[in-house]
């Protein structure tokens, strides 16, 4: 409080404040959502709460299936916050400010009903709001946040000048003030808090650790924050299943709650999830070898040449590859004879006793039955680095860049990709963009089929999932075929 | 080890073993971390290997007594310990499967020997050898140290996997309470090396291309690495007398006058003694101009990284379901039994002197036996009772603590 006075010095704006305060429900713009709204809600108002946030969240989450980055995800958060659940500033004039936080604490409150009630559905509902808490968090107006820190205890103790002399240089090395503030500042803060509140920090190591304790500068405070979120959110969402079965009986709300969950479910779009392709297009062990050559993005081809040359895969190899098949629509029967072919130095006996069950198992014929996806772009660069005897994962991002550009040309260079390309496409793993990468490959070894710089996998899409390339190049391959066909029919070429 | 294939591991020497070697009360008082049983131990999964490759889940016991009687029935080749669910795991059809969630569990680590294949010249594959086990002795040291300094974890079990490999499980009450989430990111601060067969540098742990090294692995390199460099990758398994490794170790200096003239040096004399080499690179080093010199000298740290930092199986760790093998089982294809190591003597452990069942039930028919009737606790006979004992008086810290917040709990009340 004397803070907030120091900072504010003119008696009058300090005691509107207070005025302004004691009547606001809300006072903060952000909400950590601790408590559940207590008045009466009409049930329009329910559901309107509920389908508005409900459109933002499903935004969010399609921007992260889209690969795109934290600033684009931002700007598309903002600019979808304004059209259905606009949030401002105290300091906004002319705005019902009140009403809007209202609506976004109801909202709220609708949608952990909606999604506590399966694992999956609780995952992506968390991953959604931390989102939506992060966008708002950054762009808070400064003041404001730092208000909104004080009237919560986030459990944090500050540093004392003591530890911060004797780790003085562990603390600069582990966490190293950007560049335009090194040297002569004063000393930054530090909040020491247990490891297990910034596991993000930890696992990249961006923190100095000591006997269990994280010592946080004060720039990565945040961290400690969204963790707090998610870790709070995680536990209502627990407590709100174990209380859902009492809303059973209640006829108004129940329909009203699978269908938002439905909605949620159906609004991202999961083409390559499952089901193998369309019908006819089956295909066969002895069909792969050719297939591979024509139509497979790299990191199949690198499994693909890794399993011809070894005779084996390892275990996240085999699950990349296989499931990749799998979606192609290569059929139980026709993946055993492939896997079994593949392993031609492996006795029968083994074969049958340690992996025809696992190959059964991805096809949904063993275990839990469940019918497992093919890994998703975003899957493979992020889940399951491959560790150093491994050749899965994504060629663009595991590889060094000497082996990476050999293995380009030796896989592409038949179908047009030459040197000149290399440096275009290197540029792209340089910066990290490794979909891009692929995606000037597709683009470069099916020129021929008349695909130009910037078409991506048609309507100028990147790729995203290694059978969306795959598919997409033969759908180019029949299509050009049928084209050639009925050339033929008309004119006898020379 | 001819020996060790021909070890006899018939259903009937396995019996044996169970019935009057298995030490299961230690196993029990290890899991439970009290003497009545608890939670910890009833809602604890094991999963059996029996003969003929059959997997048997969510096998629960009330007592040591009841998990005895079940193991010696069944008899199994092997048996792995799981996480501690919110039911009991034999109930598991019984409740809702929401109901049936792991919710405690070790944090364990595993580090196997496959992983240091590209690194060694003794052996290859499934083989182990003395020389060998100082890439495992170097590890151990290391994330023994790392994780009591850094994490703050006391209850430290390191058991030996029985052929190529060695078990880390922690039983603090933190560390058995950590989410799927928090074991990912406790391992992302542990690993290193990173990047499959065709990644050559393998270490990126730098913040930017020049910054310092983070503090918790500057410290492992002073005090650790800097001297198992040398004396393993050097003058043990002397790994850059040959050409494909030192061409490989070569690579991962920057392109530059430095690894140019190595290269042709080296070219000329390949099977040069690899301390030779690596003096060789020290010179060329002090001789370069100053700003190759600042880079190179960075590059160096990292190769000692690559070289001797623990190659962890990251995916045991990062799952709370994730089943490893019981201490004290029998490695079906060595028969040495999977033994408790001292962190501090690691140096010291020989793989190789490590009690088999053979042995141990040989032992035992030595002894003359007064008394008929049920065994127990016939391991103090035998060469298996100084790893018994480890195992139990690192039970009995965990009991002591609980002891303790126990005690705690009832004076804040």
Known sequence: MFKSAHRKPGQNTYASQVEKYSTLKYPHRLNFYDRPPLDDITIEEFEICALDRLRLLAEIESSYARNRTWEELKQVALKQSEHYLPLNSNTAKNKNIEAERRKDHIGHFVLRLAFCRTEELRRRFVKAELALFKVRYESDDRAEREEFLQSRDFGWDAVDDAELKMYAEQLAAASPPPMSQAGGKALEKYYKVRWTRVPDLVEKRRVFLKGGMAYVPAREQSSIIFEEFQRSLEKSLQLTLKHLPRLDEDTRIVPLLDNLSQGFMAGISSEWSSAPEAAGDEITADMIDGLARKHFPMCMRHLHESLRRDKHLKHHGRLQYGLFLKVLGLSIDEAIVFWRRSFSTMQDDKFNKEYKYNIRHSYGLEGKRANYPARSCQQILTSDTPGSQDSHGCPFRHFSSENLQTGLLSMYSSQGLGASDLLEVMSYVKNGHYHVACTRVFEITHSSQGVKKGDGVGNGESVTHPNQYASRSRELEKSSESVKVEGDGDVTMG | ?413
């Not at chain 2, 890439?135 to 058991?159: M, T």
């Open chain 2, 1 to 413: 080890m001819p020996a060790a294939m021909q070890e006899d591991l018939s259903p009937e020497v396995m019996l044996a073993f169970y019935r009057r070697l298995y030490p299961f009360k230690s196993l029990f008082t290890w899991l439970n971390h009290e003497h009545t049983p608890t939670k910890q131990f009833i809602n604890r999964e094991f999963a059996f290997t029996l003969a003929g490759d059959v997997y048997l889940r969510y096998q629960s016991f009330v007592t040591a007594d009841e998990m005895k009687k079940q193991v010696c029935q069944m008899n199994p080749t092997r048996f792995e310990i799981g996480p501690v669910y919110s039911a009991r795991p034999r109930d598991r059809k019984t409740v809702r499967p929401t109901a049936f969630q792991p919710q405690l569990r070790e944090l364990v680590f595993d580090i196997d020997m496959t992983d240091y294949d590209s690194i060694r010249t003794c052996c290859q594959d499934a083989a182990i050898c003395a020389r060998c086990w100082k890439f495992i002795a170097v590890a151990v040291r290391v994330l023994d140290s790392s994780i009591r300094d850094q994490f703050g974890y006391k209850h430290l079990l390191w058991v030996y996997s029985g052929r190529r490999g060695i078990h880390l499980w922690i039983s603090d009450a933190e560390a058995m309470e950590l989410t799927d989430e928090q074991r990912r990111a406790l391992v992302g601060w542990m690993t290193v090396i990173q990047g499959g067969k065709d990644m050559v540098k393998k270490v990126n742990v730098r913040r930017g291309a020049a910054g310092p090294l983070p503090p918790s692995l500057q410290a492992v390199v002073d005090s650790y690495l800097k001297f198992a460099f040398p004396d393993i990758i050097l003058d043990d398994q002397n790994l850059f007398s040959v050409r494909e490794r030192w061409e490989e170790m070569l690579k991962l200096l920057p392109p530059g006058k430095v690894r140019n003239e190595l290269q042709e040096e080296w070219d000329m004399d390949s099977e040069r003694a690899s301390a030779d080499k690596w003096q060789d690179m020290r010179d060329a080093i002090k001789s370069a101009d100053s700003k190759e010199k600042s880079t190179l000298k960075l590059v160096v740290q990292d190769i000692v990284l690559q070289y001797t930092y623990p190659r962890l199986d990251a995916e045991v760790s990062k799952h709370r379901n994730h089943l490893l093998k019981a201490p004290f089982c029998v490695h079906p294809k060595t028969g040495r039994v999977c033994v408790p190591v001292d962190p501090s003597d690691i140096d010291n452990f020989n793989p190789e002197a490590v009690p088999t069942v053979g042995q141990l039930l040989q032992e035992l028919n030595n002894v003359v036996t007064e008394t008929e009737g049920e065994h127990h606790s016939d391991w103090e006979k035998t060469s298996l009772k100084p790893y018994v004992d480890m195992m139990d008086k690192h039970a009995q810290a965990l009991m002591e603590e609980v002891r303790k917040t126990k005690r705690g709990a009832d004076l804040s009340w």
